[in-house]
Each structure stands twice: as structure tokens, then as C-alpha cells.
């Protein structure tokens, strides 16, 4: 049986590529006929000059957590297929994403890439490698539009990005479509991030009810009340000090009185 589910899962792997490439030499048929009537101005090396910088900016952006972003990374016609292999059943249960998962619109792709990096917790990806053993692979359809395949790895999953096609919109470029495909999990996905905003709900809640059972003639104390005590001592240390000085004054008459006394007798 577990043979039997290897082979399954390398069939599919490979069925998952094909289609990508057989996605990717669609595209490329149909630009054929269209670089025919837009004459090209750009060598190849010119178009992936510009188009790298983004690739690289949208690695760079997931990884900062700024998932506004992405609301503006793709085209409005843009779609991500996610082919989620050994990570299905983690993915299912943390957020309830079925195997593949498909989206479509920016709104929605962007609401993916925030579920992926906040409740996922898949962070510090490597994507887009410019050089290396890792380093992706990019052909240029037209000056307008690059198809790029690449692999990528989290810190929890590994996998390859098996198509994205980007497509030059006025001064930017932009995401039309990517497939991925996850095809490695490194350790379990949405367990710890859930149980970390849980346990920082529960401390909140925690907080606020001792605030609430604090006696409502009870208060901290504030510097205003330092203050007070404070001078409340200094006026007692003065009082007693004033009393002291009188009771010695008191005395010193009485001794004074009864040596007077004393010598009135004796000239008597």
C-alpha cells in the first residue's frame, strides 16, 4: 500500500509539471503570432533586466510581512494555483483549503499570501534566486511578458514555483498567473501560530479581568500622592521638633527660677 501511494504521488508530481509546461508552451504558441504584428524593440537580456527587480521585490515584501503589497502585484485577471502534496492535511485543518487551491483576483490572491505568512506561519522564503543551485529560469515571450519557473523553500515547506507569468503593465510588472507546487513539509503548519494568538487572547482577557476586580475605591498610587505623603512627614518632623524646642525652653526657665530662688534664701 505505501508503495503503491509513493507512486501515486510521483504520478501526480509529474502530471503537475507537464501541465505546467504544456500551460507555459500555450502561451508562448499564442505570443508567437502576436510578436509577428508588435515587432520586438528589446533584446531578451533588456526585458529580463526590468522584470527581475520585481520578482525579487515581491520575495522581499512577503518576507517584511507587507501583505498590502500584494493587492497590487497582480493583473485584475490574475489566478494561483496551489498544488498543496504533502501539506493537504495541515493546510485543511488550519485553514480549510482543499487540494489544489485556486484563486482568483487580487483581492483574493492577497488574502492567500496573508493566511500563508500569519496563520501558516510560512516565513523567510527563497524564491527568484538570480545565481546559485536555486537559481530560476526565465523566458522571454515579448518585450511585455516573461515566464519565469523557479524553486522556492519556507523555513516549513519546500517546493517549486512551476510557472508565473508576468506581464509588463505601464511602468511595473506584473503577476498574470503562477502554479506552485508544495512538495516538502519541513514541520507541522498553523499548529504553534494558532496556539500562540490563543494563549495571547486568553492573557488579554486575563488582564482585563483583573482590571475589572480591582475595588473601586482602590487606585494606584500617582506621583501627586508621593508627593503628598511626603510633605504630610516634613509638617509631623516640624511639629515634633517645634515641640521639643518648647518643652527645653520650658525647663531651662524653671531650672533658672529655682536657682534664683535658692540664692534668696541663702541672703535671707
Known amino acids: 500500500l505505501a508503495q503503491a501511494l509513493s507512486i501515486s504521488a510521483r504520478c501526480r508530481a509529474q502530471a503537475s509539471v507537464a501541465m505546467a509546461r504544456l500551460f507555459a508552451l500555450l ?50 485577471d490574475a489566478s494561483v494555483f496551489i498544488r498543496l502534496g504533502p501539506a493537504a492535511a495541515d493546510i485543511e485543518t488550519a485553514v480549510g483549503w482543499k487540494d489544489p487551491h485556486v484563486v482568483r483576483g487580487p483581492s483574493a490572491i492577497k488574502a492567500v ?41 519556507f523555513d516549513k515547506a519546500h517546493g517549486r514555483i512551476l510557472s508565473a507569468m508576468w506581464v509588463r503593465v505601464a511602468e511595473e510588472w506584473k503577476l498574470r498567473f503562477c502554479m506552485m507546487e508544495i512538495e516538502k513539509l519541513l514541520s507541522p503548519l498553523g499548529v504553534a501560530e494558532v496556539g500562540a494568538v490563543e494563549e495571547r487572547e486568553a492573557s488579554a482577557q486575563t488582564a482585563e479581568q483583573a482590571g475589572n476586580d480591582t475595588p473601586a475605591g482602590a487606585k494606584a498610587a500617582s506621583p501627586q500622592d508621593h508627593g503628598s505623603s511626603h510633605i ?16 527645653f525652653v ?13 540664692f534668696e534664701e541663702m541672703l535671707g
Open 27 to 76: 502561451f508562448c504558441a499564442a505570443h508567437l503570432g502576436r510578436a509577428e504584428l508588435f515587432p520586438r524593440r528589446l533584446t531578451d537580456e533588456e526585458v529580463l533586466n526590468s522584470q527581475r527587480t520585481f520578482s525579487q521585490a515581491w520575495r522581499e515584501h512577503y518576507n517584511k510581512g507587507d501583505i498590502e503589497y500584494f493587492a497590487g502585484a497582480y493583473t485584475e
Open 113 to 153: 499570501w496573508n493566511i500563508t505568512h500569519a496563520v501558516l506561519g510560512l516565513r523567510h522564503l527563497k524564491a527568484f534566486d538570480t545565481f546559485g543551485a536555486d537559481e530560476s529560469s526565465s523566458m522571454v515571450l515579448d518585450d511585455n511578458s516573461v515566464v519565469e519557473e523557479s524553486k522556492f523553500a
Open 232 to 247: 504630610g512627614v516634613l509638617l509631623v518632623l516640624v511639629i515634633a521638633g517645634l515641640g521639643a524646642a518648647a518643652l
Open 250 to 262: 520650658h525647663r531651662g526657665r524653671q531650672r533658672r527660677q529655682a536657682v534664683i530662688a535658692g
